[in-house]
């Protein structure tokens, strides 16, 4: 498989997903501005979000894909298919169970992770009746997750990574035709969520198909239940929801924390989360994704040489893309949020608090990318106990943070303490891969650090140079002109940035790179 084809495949819809994420996002801002509305709306998708994360795309995957891989190496497809089969079913039931859960006692949950909104009777009242309408999104979710799974494990990247278009597609919809039409309009944005959970999944059963994978979920689970890999992934998965929870532990203090520093907070840290998971899920998920499968082959078949070059090819173009995105966010925030955000009920002043935000994110915005390569070394040679361990030191790094910066550059000091726990996060996890033998790097590492600290400089001063000089605020009423300008920059940035390395003596056919 070339890897950087598979990279290029997955980032390119990737790409065309954050892209209608931010129109999605734009047509929001536009609609309802950075309100109690929007707050209330951000609330209550975060909570599903938490649980898809805990179990789906992060403890699910992380036990799952190493193992199904092992099945489709070692065992062949009957035994693989009967995995798939299985947990699809354990996986339906759990989380229908937990959706009923969820929906009966959502005040409590809206509660526990925003307290702040009690202030606000209207907006907490919207916040439970939308938690209680996404909720179900968690099961359609999670089968979502459980198709890439399996699809990525056959080399088919394409369909899964084309899958969250479809759900930005029906946010766009649904804010456009859909909410001018209900007495709430904030609602259609909750069933937007629901609707495109079911597409998300839809889409990716004619892939199933073909490889004879469609999952079919029994009416048995207790049978389920009794499937030996079934077994094996839940075991594996309760250190990794430990491991996850960690960390949305600490999404779910922060959101707290959000809630209590007036109306608007919510939404300023969601807008720049969005800014900031676009070069994260571009890279860092994109790399994860394609590394997982041929990492954990590579483990099956004992190729320890293969398993440290895969590592160090990830960690190569890592660097190389994500220097650059940093400098972005931190550098160029507040044009990036005014071209993109600046219009309808979006004011001056949110532009501001979402530009401080995004800002504190680009300083840990290596480190947010980095986990992303880093942890799939551990979680392909079904070891999550490390990560786990890693993730307790950051969540106490990040919350210490907090008690200092919050009260310095208010929700900025949100963003800049994700960021700081996401660089000790990365570090922790290198010095265990090093520690241990698992990753060996390859010859001219110096060399390229050194190519790329002097091409991330001239970036640097142009990117200040273009931020300083153009009033990308007062640009609002000409809002062509002001996207035309944004986009000239982000070009003159990248041809820059780029022939500084070429200039520099850097090889690029470095990236160009096989697995076995």
């Given at each position: 498989?070339?890897?950087?084809?598979?990279?290029?495949?997955?980032?390119?819809?990737?790409?065309?997903?954050?892209?209608?994420?931010?129109?999605?996002?734009?047509?929001?801002?536009?609609?309802?501005?950075?309100?109690?509305?929007?707050?209330?709306?951000?609330?209550?998708?975060?909570?599903?979000?938490?649980?898809?994360?805990?179990?789906?795309?992060?403890?699910?995957?992380?036990?799952?894909?190493?193992?199904?891989?092992?099945f489709k190496n070692q065992q062949g497809h009957d035994p693989t298919k009967a995995?798939?089969?299985?947990?699809?079913?354990?996986?339906?039931?759990?989380?229908?169970?937990?959706?009923?859960?969820?929906?009966?006692?959502?005040?409590?949950?809206?509660?526990?992770?925003?307290?702040?909104?009690r202030a606000d009777g209207q907006a907490f009242a919207l916040a439970v009746t939308m938690t209680r309408i996404m909720f179900p999104y968690i099961?359609?979710?999670?089968?979502?997750?459980?198709?890439?799974?399996?699809?990525?494990?056959?080399?088919?990247?394409?369909?899964?990574?084309?899958?969250?278009?479809?759900?930005?597609?029906?946010?766009?919809?649904?804010?456009?035709?859909?909410?001018?039409?209900?007495?709430?309009?904030?609602?259609?944005?909750?069933?937007?969520?629901?609707?495109?959970?079911?597409?998300?999944?839809?889409?990716?059963?004619?892939?199933?198909?073909?490889?004879?994978?469609?999952?079919?979920?029994?009416?048995?689970?207790?049978?389920?239940?009794?499937?030996?890999?079934?077994?094996?992934?839940?075991?594996?998965?309760?250190?990794?929801?430990?491991?996850?929870?960690?960390?949305?532990?600490?999404?779910?203090?922060?959101?707290?924390?959000?809630?209590?520093?007036?109306?608007?907070?919510?939404?300023?840290?969601?807008?720049?989360?969005?800014?900031?998971?676009?070069?994260?899920?571009?890279?860092?998920?994109?790399?994860?994704?394609?590394?997982?499968?041929?990492?954990?082959?590579?483990?099956?078949?004992?190729?320890?040489?293969?398993?440290?070059?895969?590592?160090?090819?990830?960690?190569?173009?890592?660097?190389?893309?994500?220097?650059?995105?940093?400098?972005?966010?931190?550098?160029?925030?507040?044009?990036?949020?005014?071209?993109?955000?600046?219009?309808?009920?979006?004011?001056?002043?949110?532009?501001?608090?979402?530009?401080?935000?995004?800002?504190?994110?680009?300083?840990?915005?290596?480190?947010?990318?980095?986990?992303?390569?880093?942890?799939?070394?551990?979680?392909?040679?079904?070891?999550?106990?490390?990560?786990?361990?890693?993730?307790?030191?950051?969540?106490?790094?990040?919350?210490?943070?907090?008690?200092?910066?919050?009260?310095?550059?208010?929700?900025?000091?949100?963003?800049?303490?994700?960021?700081?726990?996401?660089?000790?996060?990365?570090?922790?996890?290198?010095?265990?891969?090093?520690?241990?033998?698992?990753?060996?790097?390859?010859?001219?590492?110096?060399?390229?650090?050194?190519?790329?600290?002097?091409?991330?400089?001239?970036?640097?001063?142009?990117?200040?140079?273009?931020?300083?000089?153009?009033?990308?605020?007062?640009?609002?009423?000409?809002?062509?002109?002001?996207?035309?300008?944004?986009?000239?920059?982000?070009?003159?940035?990248?041809?820059?940035?780029?022939?500084?390395?070429?200039?520099?003596?850097?090889?690029?056919?470095?990236?160009?790179?096989?697995?076995?």
């Open positions: 498989m070339n890897l950087f084809r598979a990279l290029l495949t997955v980032s390119g819809f990737t790409l065309l997903s954050r892209v209608t994420g931010l129109a999605r996002e734009t047509l929001i801002a536009r609609a309802f501005g950075a309100s109690q509305f929007t707050d209330a709306f951000y609330v209550a998708f975060r909570i599903p979000n938490l649980l898809r994360r805990l179990s789906a795309e992060g403890a699910f995957s992380q036990a799952f894909v190493p193992i199904l891989a092992e995995l798939v089969d299985a947990m699809s079913t354990v996986l339906a039931w759990m989380l229908a169970v937990v959706s009923l859960l969820g929906v009966a006692g959502a005040t409590w949950v809206v509660y526990a992770v925003a307290s702040g909104l099961i359609f979710i999670s089968l979502t997750t459980l198709a890439a799974g399996v699809l990525n494990t056959y080399g088919t990247f394409s369909l899964p990574a084309f899958a969250p278009v479809l759900l930005n597609v029906v946010f766009i919809i649904a804010a456009a035709f859909v909410a001018p039409h209900m007495k709430v309009p904030v609602y259609a944005l909750a069933w937007a969520v629901i609707v495109g959970g079911i597409l998300q999944f839809l889409v990716q059963v004619p892939g199933l198909r073909k490889i004879d994978m469609a999952p079919r979920i029994g009416f048995n689970p207790v049978a389920a239940l009794a499937h030996r890999g079934v077994k094996r992934v839940l075991v594996k998965m309760v250190p990794a929801t430990f491991a996850v929870s960690v960390a949305q532990l600490s999404l779910i203090i922060n959101t707290n924390i959000a809630s209590r520093l007036g109306p608007g907070a919510v939404s300023w840290i969601y807008y720049a989360d969005r800014l900031m998971e676009f070069p994260t899920a571009l890279l860092g998920v994109a790399l994860g994704t394609i590394l997982l499968p041929s990492l954990a082959k590579a483990h099956a078949d004992a190729d320890p040489h293969e398993y440290s070059s895969l590592l160090d090819w990830g960690l190569r173009v890592t660097f190389l893309l994500a220097m650059p995105s940093a400098l972005a966010l931190f550098l160029f925030a507040e044009p990036l949020t005014a071209a993109l955000f600046d219009y309808g009920r979006f004011d001056a002043h949110a532009v501001v608090m979402v530009g401080r935000a995004l800002a504190a994110y680009g300083v840990g915005l290596v480190g947010l990318i980095l986990i992303k390569i880093l942890a799939p070394g551990f979680y392909a040679k079904q070891d999550i106990k490390t990560p786990v361990k890693i993730g307790v030191v950051v969540l106490v790094v990040t919350q210490l943070s907090n008690y200092a910066f919050v009260p310095l550059i208010g929700p900025a000091g949100l963003t800049l303490s994700v960021g700081l726990g996401a660089c000790v996060n990365a570090s922790l996890l290198f010095i265990g891969l090093r520690r241990r033998g698992i990753y060996t790097p390859s010859s001219g590492w110096l060399l390229f650090l050194v190519q790329l600290m002097g091409s991330s400089l001239m970036l640097a001063g142009a990117m200040h140079w273009c931020a300083i000089n153009f009033d990308w605020i007062g640009l609002r009423h000409h809002p062509l002109a002001r996207i035309a300008l944004l986009a000239a920059c982000l070009v003159i940035f990248a041809a820059l940035y780029f022939s500084m390395l070429w200039l520099m003596g850097f090889k690029y056919a470095y990236f160009r790179r096989r697995a076995k």
